[in-house]
C-alpha cells in the first residue's frame, strides 16, 4: 500500500540554524500539505502546495518558512533561522481527495 | 472560520466495553467531510473514520462508528469492544469541500483515551 514517507524521523538543531524536512508523497497525489503540531497540543495547518506553487497558508507561516517541489518526487519544508518555539512534530500530507499523514519528523530546536 | 471543539481532554474505559467520544464543530458551509484521527504513542496520525457531510447515514469501520448529526454539527465517535491498543489521542478534524478537496484539514485539541485491562 502505498504510504507518505518522511526523513529524518527526528532533527536536532542549534537556535539559528536552517533545517530542511523531507517528505516524498504518494506518487499520484497532487496536493500536499505540512503541519505542525506542538507537544501536548492540537494539530495546526502551515501550508498546503498544489501545481507547483502554495495554494494556502496559515499565519503560522511566515516569512522563515518556505516549501519547495524540487524534483517532482519530494516535498520539502525549509526553516531558515529556528527558534525555540518552532520545536514541534512536523506532519507532510498528500492527497487527491483523502489525506495520508506520513509518520513525521520530531524537530528540536536547542 | 470554520472550529473543532472536543471537549472531553481525557476519558479512560475498561477493555471489552463501549466508549464515546464527543465532538462538534461550527461551520457555514454545507459540503465537508469530517474525521476522526488516532494518534498513539508513535504520534503517527491514522485515519479512524470519515464521514461525508451528504450523507445522512453514519459512517462505520469495524468497532468504530460514529453520530453524525449534522444539524446540531456534532460529531461523535463510538469505539466498541475497547481494546488495549485502542489507547491512543483521538482527534476530530473538519475539512471545507468549499473550492474542491484541496482544503486544509482543522483539527478539535484532541482526547486522550486510555483502555484499561
Known amino acids: 500500500e502505498p504510504e507518505v514517507t518522511q526523513t529524518p524521523s527526528h532533527q536536532v538543531t542549534q537556535m539559528g540554524q536552517e533545517v530542511i524536512l523531507r517528505c516524498v508523497p504518494i506518487s499520484n497525489h497532487l496536493y500536499f500539505y505540512w503541519y505542525r503540531q506542538i507537544l501536548g497540543q492540537k494539530v495546526e495547518f502551515l501550508v498546503s502546495?498544489?501545481?507547483?506553487?502554495?495554494?494556502?497558508k496559515s499565519e503560522i507561516f511566515d516569512d522563515q518558512f518556505s516549501v519547495e517541489r524540487p524534483d517532482g518526487s519530494n516535498f520539502t519544508l525549509k526553516i531558515r533561522s529556528t527558534k525555540l518555539e518552532d520545536s514541534a512534530m512536523y506532519f507532510c500530507?498528500?492527497?487527491?481527495?483523502?489525506?495520508?499523514f506520513g509518520p513525521g519528523t520530531r524537530l528540536t530546536v536547542l | 472560520a470554520q472550529t473543532v471543539t472536543q471537549s472531553q481532554p481525557e476519558m479512560s474505559v475498561q477493555e471489552a466495553e463501549t466508549v464515546t467520544l464527543s465532538c462538534t464543530y461550527d461551520t457555514s458551509e454545507n459540503n465537508y467531510y469530517l474525521f476522526w484521527y488516532k494518534q498513539p504513542p508513535s504520534r503517527q496520525m491514522i485515519l479512524v473514520i470519515r464521514?461525508?457531510?451528504?450523507?445522512?447515514q453514519n459512517a462505520t469501520e469495524n468497532r468504530f462508528s460514529v453520530n453524525f448529526q449534522k444539524a446540531a454539527k456534532s460529531f461523535s465517535l463510538k469505539i466498541s469492544d475497547s481494546q488495549l491498543g485502542d489507547t491512543a489521542m483521538y482527534f476530530c478534524a473538519f475539512i471545507s469541500l468549499y473550492g474542491g478537496s484541496q482544503g486544509n484539514l482543522i483539527f478539535g485539541k484532541g482526547t486522550k483515551l486510555s483502555v484499561k485491562p
Open positions: 500530507a498528500s492527497s487527491n481527495n483523502e489525506q495520508f
Open positions: 502546495f498544489y501545481n507547483n506553487e502554495i495554494s494556502e
Open positions: 464521514q461525508e457531510a451528504y450523507k445522512q
